[in-house]
């Protein structure tokens, strides 16, 4: 498993970053995401609730417009994490070429 060196400030040991985690992870995340959308899309309906209708209508707007942004951060957090698998494993073979193109 690739390793890099932690950040100033850090416990100063290695950070292991596995590419087939990371893709994992994305992976988890678009299936979590995807029905939130759904879910946020059937939500918009204009519900029968006697007086109170119009005060359930708008929460009911509220709540499918928070799982419909719940799931756009998602989405994204998934996106993010499975374009830096493939760069971060790319990232650390070109390192690892160039110190043995110069280490004897």
Known sequence: MPAMNAAAGFSGGAMEVDPATLARI????DDAGA???GHASALQTAP???ASSGLVADA????ATAVAGLSGHIG????????SAPQYAE???GSALGLRAVLP
């Open 48 to 50: 029968d609730a006697g």
């Open 35 to 37: 029905p939130l959308l």
């Open 60 to 63: 009911l707007q509220a709540f």
């Open 91 to 93: 990232t650390d073979d």
């Open 26 to 29: 994305a992976g988890m995340l």
């Open 76 to 83: 994204d957090l998934a996106s993010s994490t499975g374009v």
